[in-house]
Each structure stands twice: as C-alpha cells, then as structure tokens.
C-alpha cells in the first residue's frame, strides 16, 4: 500500500515513487527524498556523506541538504534538478538512444578519474556480503565467487554502484547523476560489470515486454560498452572477469524475473 501524502505543509506534490522512498517537491528549488519504514537512519546518513563527497569531488550530481524528520520518516532534502531521466527521454525519443548510451559512458568515465577516500565503503566488502547473503547461489558457487572475488584487483575511484538511465537526469544545464546510495569506494571495472549485468538482465527478463524492448536495451548496451573503453581502453578481460562475480552478488537483491539469468551468469 502506498504511504499516504505527508501531513507536514512544506511537502510538495510527489514526484516519483521508489523501493526505498519517495521523491516530493520542497519549496521551489528542492526534493524532499522521503524514506520508508525499514531503512534505517544509519543508511540515510551514509547516502547523505557519500553524496556531499561526491558532489564536491566534481562529478555532475545534485548537492545534498539537511536530513529532516517529516511525520516520524526520515528525509534528505537535495537540490532540485528540472528536467527527466534518460530513461523517460529514450521511451519519448528511442531515436537518441545511440547518442544517450554514448552520453552515459562519457558520465561513467569521468566518474572513474575521481578518488574517494579511505571512509567510505569499500567494494570489495559489498560484493562480499551481497554473494554471502545470495540465497540462490548454491554452496559451491557460492565459495566459488567469493574465491574469485578475493583474487580481483581493488581500486579507489567513485563508483556508483547503480548506474543506468534511470539514474541519469538531463536538464538544461546538461546531465547529473542521480541515487548514490550504492556508491563505494573500488575497481571502475567492477562498476561498469555491474551496469552490464543491471542492463543486459532488463534485456533478457521476461517483464522487459516485446523482443523490440529487449533489442533496443541491448544495442543502448553496446554502444555505452563501446564508448567507454574508447575512453578509457584498458580492462577488458578484467571487465569480463568481474561479470559472474558482480551477477552472483545481485541475486542477493531478488530483481524480479532475473534469477534465472542472474544465476546463469553466475555459473559463468
């Protein structure tokens, strides 16, 4: 059941409507990111500190406000943004897709230039937890993945951990990145395996709609691919190393109509 409209008068009209939150104008130049029960303060904060530090490390985002209680939720107030998602814009225009998937890996590899510092969360150990709690895995690729998960390489970069079009919003003044609550500190490559698996798993869900559909995300896919090892060109037998290890850790997250793949994947 959806949460009723907050009862405080400074919340705006809803915006959008996800898992973990809601989106609500704030006066005139903000969102209210209004949270569900079940997500603790502890994980707020934690979106909060990441995307005050991303934010000042450059990368196209909106900066952060203050976290706020509204009607005994928690909220993180952020600046608005005018524009849509990449995602909306490719439903009303599929015919930009090529330059929008090139668009998202110039966003994608600009990022990987940028450091985060010691503080934040390390990749290594979200990819570790997320495998250890994949209750699809069986036991032996599951000891399998995380083997091979040790063996990786690790980095220091931004890495967003959750970039698709959806999160991906283009303004007049040009396009941000939206959601960082998945960001950590780690290997580029990993992050662009896991935007691979979150994009080729849309593709081969059976709730991705026609073959068209499915077509369409798979050549927007391929041209992001593309363009980001032109920029940045090395990695990609590491790249093809991280893809079972990053899909047996998003079994852990239950994305409908995916298991099957995922754990296909996974297998390697």
């Known amino acids: 059941m959806a949460a009723a409209h907050p009862s405080d008068p400074r919340v705006?009209?809803?915006?959008?409507?996800?898992r973990t939150a809601d989106v609500y104008a704030w006066g005139d130049h903000q969102i209210l990111k209004l949270f569900n029960d079940g997500i603790g303060a502890d994980m707020i904060d934690h979106e909060a500190r990441i995307a005050r530090a991303v934010h000042a490390s450059g990368v196209p985002t909106p900066p952060p406000g203050?976290?706020?209680?509204v009607d005994g939720r928690i909220g993180l107030i952020y600046a608005r943004v005018s524009g849509v998602s990449?995602?909306?814009?490719?439903?009303?225009?599929?015919w930009q897709a090529l330059d929008w998937a090139k668009r998202m890996a110039e966003l994608h590899a600009g990022m990987h230039e940028r450091?985060?510092?010691?503080?934040?969360?390390?990749?290594?150990?979200?990819?570790?937890?997320?495998?250890?709690?994949?209750?699809?895995?069986?036991?032996d690729r599951r000891e399998a993945a995380l083997a091979g998960l040790e063996r990786m390489p690790d980095g220091d970069r931004i890495c967003h951990g959750d970039m698709h079009p959806g999160n991906v919003q283009i303004t007049s003044e040009g396009t941000v990145i939206i959601d960082w609550a998945d960001a950590t500190r780690g290997n580029p490559l990993a992050d662009v395996a896991r935007?691979?698996?979150i994009l080729r798993g849309m593709a081969?869900?059976?709730?991705?709609?026609?073959?068209?559909?499915?077509?369409?995300?798979?050549?927007?896919h391929a041209v992001y691919l593309s363009r980001y090892f032109h920029?940045?060109?090395?990695?990609r037998d590491e790249y093809?190393?991280?893809?079972?290890?990053?899909?047996?850790?998003?079994l852990s997250e239950s994305i409908p109509g995916q298991a099957a793949w995922l754990l296909a994947q996974a297998r390697g």
């Open 86 to 94: 990449m995602q909306d814009a490719l439903m009303r225009r599929p």
């Open 66 to 69: 203050d976290v706020i209680d």
């Open 231 to 235: 920029l940045r060109p090395a990695g």
């Open 115 to 139: 450091a985060f510092g010691a503080e934040f969360p390390a990749q290594r150990a979200v990819l570790r937890l997320k495998i250890a709690r994949a209750a699809a895995l069986p036991g």
């Open 204 to 220: 081969e869900s059976p709730l991705a709609g026609s073959a068209g559909v499915r077509f369409f995300v798979q050549i927007f």
């Open 195 to 197: 935007t691979s698996v």
């Open 240 to 250: 093809r190393r991280w893809l079972p290890l990053v899909a047996a850790a998003r």
């Open 12 to 18: 705006g009209n809803l915006i959008a409507r996800g």
